[in-house]
């Protein structure tokens, strides 16, 4: 079993910052992507930002400029730093981790419970 456990949502004013983090533990061999997702009421769950095991990154264009995903290998932990925050930013934000339990195993798929993000004007 795995667990993801994510902290660091709040409440923020427009141009503020927030650092989001994701902890993964349990039986974990290998992972291959890191990322972050968000969704707004009644809206879809959209990718915001993902880092590979190589360390490359890619981020949804709303928040290019303002938002640095990273990681910490050596603990299993996938931070989100937000700067210049905008309502439009305001969401629950979900880690989403794919990773391999042992070496012959296949990828499987990860979620945290969410952490609420909400910018007020």
């Known amino acids: 079993q795995v667990q993801l456990v994510e902290s660091g949502g709040g409440l923020v004013q427009a141009g503020g910052s927030l650092r989001l983090s994701c902890a993964a533990s349990g039986i974990i061999f290998s992972i291959q992507t890191m990322s972050w997702y968000r969704q707004a009421p009644g809206g879809q769950r959209e990718l915001v930002a993902l880092?590979?095991?190589?360390?490359?990154?890619k981020y949804v264009d709303s928040v290019t400029g303002r938002f640095t995903i990273s990681r910490d290998s050596a603990k299993n932990t996938v931070y989100l730093q937000m700067n210049s925050l905008k309502p439009g930013d305001t969401a629950i934000y979900y880690c989403?981790?794919?990773?391999?339990?042992?070496?012959?195993?296949?990828?499987?798929?990860?979620w945290g419970q969410g952490t609420q993000v909400t910018v007020s004007s």
């Open positions: 880092i590979n095991s190589t360390g490359s990154k």
């Open positions: 989403n981790i794919v990773l391999a339990y042992n070496a012959g195993s296949s990828w499987y798929q990860w």
